[in-house]
């Protein structure tokens, strides 16, 4: 599965837009981004995923370049439950038996009064 | 109607010990797996059971034996724990393969192992 790179950490003012940026230059054809988050001593939550197309659902939207080598997860009203450290993944759409996720170290978003 | 619980959610042990963690999902899920996030909060794949038959099995020291009684529960058992077991273990599953969409792990709360 290819790499992602993210920043350590963003702020982020209650009630606006907080855009997480991803860098996956070596993803291929074929491979999905994921992003989740962890909140303090919880495990990871599953919060959207795409191909190269751009997604919403309920909790986030996903951005995906048209070359599909960056993304942008964006919650668009940033509230003091959504600091967490957000993880950005890249997997294989094979599927037929188990596919690990291979979380690196994340984004520490920090949501601030 | 927690869909992937653990149990304990917190073991403290001596070393030497040999533990114990249960992990059950009610999601119907054919996939589950075992991870381990130490104290620099890397999360890393252990396990992953598939159907009952072992499909990811990491570097992982042999004392860490997991059993899949059926395709809802996946259990970690640890021989003769050391120090650097410390760490908070995450169960997981996922409906992979077919034609099933893969649409992400659900994990459960973790335990925390504490080794003294």
């Known amino acids: 599965d290819a790499k992602t790179t993210q920043p350590p950490s963003m702020d982020c003012a209650e009630g606006r837009a907080a855009n997480l940026p991803c860098n996956h230059s070596?993803?291929?054809?074929?491979?999905?981004v994921y992003w989740y988050r962890q909140i303090h001593s919880q495990g990871p939550q599953y919060i959207i995923h795409?191909?190269?197309n751009n997604e919403t659902n309920e909790m986030a939207s996903l951005i995906i370049t048209e070359d599909r080598k960056s993304s942008t997860l964006i919650l668009p009203h940033a509230t003091l439950r959504d600091t967490a450290v957000y993880y950005c993944?890249?997997?294989?759409?094979?599927?037929?038996?188990?596919?690990?996720?291979?979380f690196g170290t994340g984004t520490r978003l920090q949501v601030t009064l | 109607d927690t869909a992937v619980s653990q149990t304990p959610k917190y073991l403290v042990t001596q070393m030497g010990n040999d533990k114990s963690i249960k992990c059950e999902q009610n999601?119907?899920?054919?996939?589950m797996y075992w991870y381990k996030q130490d104290s620099k909060k890397f999360l890393k794949i252990m396990f992953s059971?598939?159907?009952?038959?072992?499909?990811i099995n990491e570097t992982v020291p042999n004392r860490f034996s997991p059993k899949s009684p059926d395709k809802a529960h996946l259990n970690l058992h640890i021989n003769s724990l050391e120090l650097g077991d410390s760490a908070v273990y995450f169960c997981?599953?996922?409906?992979?393969?077919?034609?099933?969409?893969?649409?992400?792990?659900?994990f459960g709360s973790g335990t925390r192992l504490t080794v003294v």
């Open positions: 997981a599953s996922s409906q992979d393969g077919r034609a099933v969409k893969f649409y992400g792990y659900t």
């Open positions: 070596t993803i291929s054809g074929n491979e999905y």
């Open positions: 795409g191909l190269k």
């Open positions: 993944i890249v997997r294989s759409s094979n599927t037929g038996t188990a596919s690990k996720l291979t």
């Open positions: 999601l119907g899920h054919d996939t």
């Open positions: 059971y598939n159907n009952k038959e072992l499909i």
